[in-house]
């Protein structure tokens, strides 16, 4: 849970829930999908991913948290399978990310 609220803690604005929930989303989705790592740490420390989790914008919120468990406990219900289809994400205007299902170079 710490992982990922501090990704979304360096991926995310404060204030933009919806895409905290989504960023999370995509950490459990690629644990799911098997080829970006087994677990959760493997997915946020690979290498050129999740730039957040290695230089935090912003201290780690409660909704940070609450969020990470949030996603962590659906998708634990879920069966530890995809919360949705986004895989990945890029920065994009008025502060929030971009979600997508394939990569693109940019």
């Keep these: 849970m710490l992982a990922i609220a501090r990704t979304l803690s360096g991926e995310c604005y404060e204030d933009k ?22 677990t959760v740490i493997d997915v946020v420390t690979s290498p050129y991913q999740f730039v957040g989790y290695w230089n935090p ?5 409660e909704s940070d948290m609450q969020i990470a468990t949030e996603t962590l406990r659906d998708w634990y219900a879920n069966d530890c399978n995809a919360l949705s289809e986004w895989l990945y994400f890029t920065a994009g205007d008025n502060r929030e990310n971009n979600f997508r299902t394939e990569y693109e170079e940019e």
């Design 57 to 61: 914008s912003r201290e780690i919120s």
């Design 17 to 38: 829930t919806q895409d905290k929930r989504l960023v999370a989303e995509v950490i459990v989705n690629r644990v799911s999908a098997g080829h970006f790592g087994d």
